[in-house]
T-cell receptor, first 117, second 113 residues
Framework: GAVVSQHPSWVICKSGTSVKIECRSL??????MFWYRQFPKQSLMLMAT?????????EQGVEKDKFLINHASLTLSTLTVTSAHPEDSSFYIC?????????????FGNGTRLTVT | DQQVKQNSPSLSVQEGRISILNCDYT??????FLWYKKYPAEGPTFLISISSIKDKNEDGRFTVFLNKSAKHLSLHIVPSQPGDSAVYFC????????????FGQGTRLTINP
């Protein structure tokens, strides 16, 4: 089945630094990847839609200058949390859909636990 | 505005019995619905889906029912097994457009031996 790999699985950083999270589709191509965030005991909230070769589309209330998204190839999207603050601590999950499968379910990475101290 | 709602935060079921998880939605543009299973510190795993042209879809122990008029869907797991203990998320999407998923709040299912 389709596999999405996310790296790192967890990261601790100091306030004010930037953190990059990678999302790769391992055995399929994806022109679109989605970035979600989950706070403890809450739902997965869509942050942005990452489009290969073009700008990402951000959901309302998500700062595009803080959460930089780059989708340089059909198998890689990156999310950079810039100038991280403790309130950015969360579980970030990426997802992708197999282009060759028409409308198929989203496949998710295993997530990245970000802790900002 | 919560477009997808799972009103039961938790559910406890005896092993071997049926687990029924419920989900309601408000957006009439949604026409594709999915259930995901999630363990702590992991990404969601796809379980089963249904499009709005159907009212039932079955896959092994898992069956999803869709009631479009009530904007309600449910996931039935039978028989329930201890390994089914996890958080279950209902998600909805419109087949046209961005096809992004909107998730419910999740229901924590515990299967008791």
């Amino acid at each position: 089945g389709a596999v999405v790999s996310q790296h790192p699985s967890w990261v601790i950083c100091k306030s004010g630094t930037s953190v990059k999270i990678e999302c790769r589709s391992l055995d399929f191509q994806a022109t679109t990847m989605f970035w979600y965030r989950q706070f403890p005991k809450q739902s997965l909230m869509l942050m942005a839609t990452s489009n290969e070769g073009s700008k990402a589309t951000y959901e309302q209330g998500v700062e595009k200058d803080k959460f930089l998204i780059n989708h340089a190839s059909l198998t890689l999207s990156t999310l950079t949390v810039t100038s991280a603050h403790p309130e950015d601590s969360s579980f970030y999950i990426c997802s992708a859909r197999d282009l060759g499968q028409g409308f198929s379910p989203l496949h998710f990475g295993n997530g990245t636990r970000l802790t900002v101290t | 505005d919560q477009q997808v709602k799972q009103n039961s935060p938790s559910l406890s079921v005896q092993e071997g019995r049926i687990s029924i998880l419920n989900c309601d939605y408000t957006n009439s543009m949604f026409d594709y619905f999915l259930w995901y299973k999630k363990y702590p510190a992991e990404g969601p795993t796809f379980l089963i889906s249904i499009s709005s042209i159907k009212d039932k879809n079955e896959d092994g122990r898992f069956t999803v029912f869709l009631n479009k008029s009530a904007k309600h869907l449910s996931l039935h797991i039978v028989p329930s097994q201890p390994g089914d203990s996890a958080v279950y998320f209902c998600a909805a999407s419109a087949l046209k457009g961005a096809q992004k998923l909107v998730f419910g709040q999740g229901t924590r299912l515990t299967i008791n031996p």
